[in-house]
């Protein structure tokens, strides 16, 4: 029986590859620069992204974004330097990637937009306790060698 391929899925993922520069904005005015590196699996059929936030309280951290060819469904799969774990649901349209995941200790989304430039992608990040979302803090990526 022939499989679906992940082709087209994957392909669509292809925009968040490269090195970035980012800064998060904490509500409070904080900036925490840092970076990230988003690059294929060896396989080809996942995303892995590193990241480091340039800040004693912020975890080093790896994700790999992988997909369901079959259905064309998405899961974002996040750990850090701290032992946390956490899977996503992710959901792409034409250049923005939302993130999504119920559960303790509180609920998250994100929400990834790339500029129109194609080298900047503006993110927010949002938690909620009791069911009320609240934003947690903004992030920016600026592709390096642009």
Same mark, same amino acid.
Do not use: E, F, M, Q
């Given at each position: 029986m022939a499989q679906p391929t992940a082709e087209a899925a994957l392909a669509r993922l292809e925009p968040l590859v490269g090195e970035w520069t980012v800064e998060a904005t904490w509500p409070n005015g904080d900036h925490w620069p840092g970076t990230a590196s988003i690059g294929w699996h060896e396989s $080809? /059929? &996942? =995303?892995? =992204?590193? $990241? %480091? =936030?340039? &800040?004693?309280?912020?975890?080093?951290?790896?994700?790999?974004? $992988?997909?369901? $060819?079959?259905?064309? %469904?998405?899961s974002y799969l996040y750990t850090d330097e701290r032992g946390v774990c956490r899977i996503f649901e992710l959901r792409v349209g034409d250049g923005v990637w939302q993130f999504e995941r119920a559960g303790e200790p509180f609920d998250q /989304? =994100? %929400?990834w937009t790339l500029g129109d430039d194609g080298d900047t992608i503006v993110a927010r990040v949002e938690m909620a306790e009791a069911g009320e979302y609240r934003l947690d803090f903004d992030m920016v990526y600026r592709r390096v060698g642009t």
């Open positions: $080809g /059929r &996942h =995303l892995v =992204l590193w $990241g %480091t =936030l340039d &800040h004693p309280d912020a975890p080093d951290n790896v994700s790999v974004i $992988g997909c369901d $060819g079959a259905n064309g %469904t998405y /989304r =994100l %929400t």
